[in-house]
């Protein structure tokens, strides 16, 4: 758990990102959180954004996937996906989550799938469907992150 599989970006992305000197998959993942979590990005472009999250070790005290942890995996993945529509130029930076829990589960593995509702220049919307191994919904998720100017030094200011 914690252990970063390869995320595959489309080649568009790469040569967008190529010789800034930025790791990608580091760059576009829940951080530490997500590596405590068990969540992998395994696929990562501006119009889709796939990732996994283990409920072992994520639940709450009924032994249910915590609500929490389904909101890490959508607003990790509907970043990820604000950040690549946004390009180098740009930071996502989350305004508005909101989540509806549909059901219960109590082990295996969920997968997000993180689409755009929108993109424009300022502001970029995801919608995002957690499905358990038997592909049942568990959430759904609506994130919107607003786009600012990158700083020149790096810093998320």
């Known amino acids: ?12 992305v790469l040569d967008q990102w190529t010789g800034l000197g930025l790791d990608l998959p580091s760059l576009f ?7 405590r979590m068990g969540l992998e990005i395994l696929e990562a472009a501006p119009e889709r954004v796939v990732g996994t999250l283990p409920v072992e070790g994520n639940t ?5 996937l915590h609500g929490g942890a389904s909101a890490v995996i959508a607003e990790t993945l509907g970043s990820v996906g604000a950040m690549l529509h946004g390009g180098p ?3 996502a930076v989350g305004v508005d989550l909101n ?17 755009p509702v929108h993109r424009g220049r300022s502001t970029a919307t995801y919608e995002i469907v957690i499905t358990d191994e038997q592909d049942r919904r568990i959430c759904t998720a609506r994130l919107t992150c607003l786009l600012r ?8 200011g």
């Open 99 to 115: 989540c509806t829990h549909h059901r219960g589960i109590r082990s295996g593995l969920v997968t997000g799938v993180a689409t």
């Open 29 to 35: 993942s829940a951080g530490h959180l997500g590596d």
């Open 60 to 64: 709450q005290p009924y032994g249910l």
């Open 149 to 156: 100017e990158a700083p020149l030094d790096g810093a998320a």
């Open 89 to 91: 130029g740009k930071l």
């Open 1 to 12: 758990m914690g252990e970063q599989s390869s995320t595959k970006f489309p080649q568009e």
